[in-house]
């Protein structure tokens, strides 16, 4: 089978619209037959990726036009109500650092835990195999829900609270950011490439002001600091 063959599977992706879930779903467009998307509202600060999810599943028809027709639906979950438990840096004004636990401030506890089960209950109403998600634990900020121990432990769980298959693909898990602009590049080309960088949204303070090389942001939270970096080594080594 090639990458690009219909292959029999499905799959659901887990999309915020950043870097990593815009790679994600490329990635899945190649593997499987039908690739739908899933989004999650939790009040986060950076809610401008609400839009920029939108516009990045729009621009992949135009940046990888032999799998456009296996992109299906996209679904989108309120869950603010979980969102206000957390009190985080990323959902309240409050200082973006290291905190007490030696956790970053952004960390939303139980947030990828709270997102697997969810996308779990549609992946198995929607009638699909696989769920996908972003996750890394090679560069990312400290949280411990990214890790890879943590992703096949919850594969485990929802498979027995399912009483089915649960596999949870997790495409980034070992790569660096700059591996991750390599593999988008090596999926889409500079079609994909600039529609990330264009489109895709990652900074924790929603700047959508500020464009860079790498796309918009403050250029100063942790989340533009590992896009930024990533950006640089990836040119650097083309």
Known sequence: MTETSPPSSSALVLFSGGQDSATCLAWALERYGRVETVGFDYGQRHAVEMQARLRVRDGMASALTSLAER?????????????????????TDRAIEIGARGLPTTFVPGR???????????????????????????????????????????????????????????????LTKAQ?????????????????????HTC???????????????????????RAAGWAEWVAGR
Not at 181 to 196: K, N, Q
Not at 218 to 226: K, M, N, R, T, V
Request: glycine share 12%; hydrophobic share 40%; with cysteine.
């Open 204 to 226: 924790y303070r929603g700047d959508r002001v500020h464009r860079h090389a790498w796309g918009y942001g403050c250029g100063e939270c942790p989340a533009c600091d590992l």
């Open 180 to 200: 991750t602009w390599a593999l988008a590049d090596r999926i889409g080309g500079s079609a994909l490439i600039d529609l990330i960088v264009e489109d895709s």
């Open 71 to 91: 992109l299906g639906p996209d679904h989108v979950v309120d869950l603010t109500g979980f969102g206000a438990i957390g009190e985080t840096a990323m959902t």
């Open 112 to 174: 990828n835990l709270v997102f697997l089960s969810v996308a779990a209950a549609l992946a198995d109403r929607r009638g699909l195999d696989v769920l996908v998600g972003g996750m890394c634990e090679t560069d990312f900020s400290g949280y411990p829900d990214c890790r890879r121990d943590t992703i096949e432990a919850m594969s485990l769980a929802l498979t027995l609270g399912l009483d089915k298959p649960v596999p949870i693909e997790t495409p980034l898990m070992a």
